[in-house]
Structures are given as structure tokens and as C-alpha cells.
């Protein structure tokens, strides 16, 4: 009886832990589920040089492949940690978005491609990521995605973040 009693207690002491390891992105509070926020950006990447705005000021974004829009963030918005992603995909008629395609890349002095990152919250529908973790700062995000005809848009995401906003 008592080798039972401990073997149960073991276990209600780590089923939080082993949860949160199988689920990837839920831990186990109080018996319910919560999300935890997603590491979008990492603070060594936030750190790195910036863009020069000139530089961007060339950049032309593409609307011949799905619409893209933008629910959150909204442009000029200033936002704490964690903000809620929601970019959604229109198809042009007669074409599906093509899921394959998406690129992500946080705009540095050099490129730093997030696509993996936000992969697991993309569905042919659009991005959607309840909860996502950034830096306190400005953060610039280039977005592309194309239809089944090859046809790409692409987007520019600016995105500030305040400590305690």
C-alpha cells in the first residue's frame, strides 16, 4: 500500500512537467491548460543592428497572390508582451494559398528567417498565434506567401512593444 500511495504521489507531482514537455506550447496550471506564449523573436535577435530606414523605404509589397490581413498587430499599435498574432489569407478566385511558400523574416541589418517558428500557427486560412513573445522595442516583419499559381504578396508587419503598456 504504501509503495502505491508513493508511486501516486510521484505522479501528481510530475504530471505538470511531463505535459508541458509532450504538449510543445500548454502547461498544466491548477489542473487547467493554459497557453504559453510563443518566442517569436529572441532578445540576441532584437539586440542585433538595425535597418536603415532608407533602406526599406524601397521595399514595395506584392498583391498579385492572397490578400493579407492584418487583425493584430494593428499598424501604429503599441503592445506588452504577449501579443496576439491574427494575419489572415484571402484567395484571389479560382486559387488556394499555398502554405509551402510562407516566409517570415525579422528585418535586421541582416535578415533573421522566423519561418519555422510561426509555421506551427499557419493553416491555408491565415497565422494565428494567441500569444506571442517579443522584445520590448520595434520590430519590423517582412511577410510573403503565394497562391497554387505561383502568384506572391507580401506584407510589412511593424510591431512596437512597451514593457507594461
Known sequence: MDYRRAFI???KRMLPVVCALLSGCMLLVHGNFVDR???LILPTEAELPGLP????LGFRSQQQGPRILVNSPQAGGMYAPPVPIDIRFEPRENTRVDT????????KLFKVDITKR???YLTPGGIRIPQADLPEGEHTLILSIADDTGNISSQII???????S
Not at 53 to 56: G, I, R, T
Not at 158 to 164: D, E, S
Open 9 to 11: 504521489s510521484l505522479v
Open 37 to 39: 506564449p510563443m518566442v
Open 53 to 56: 530606414v532608407e533602406k526599406l
Open 100 to 107: 509551402d511558400s510562407l516566409k517570415v523574416v525579422y528585418v
Open 118 to 120: 510561426v509555421a506551427p
Open 158 to 164: 511593424n510591431v512596437t512593444i512597451k514593457a507594461g
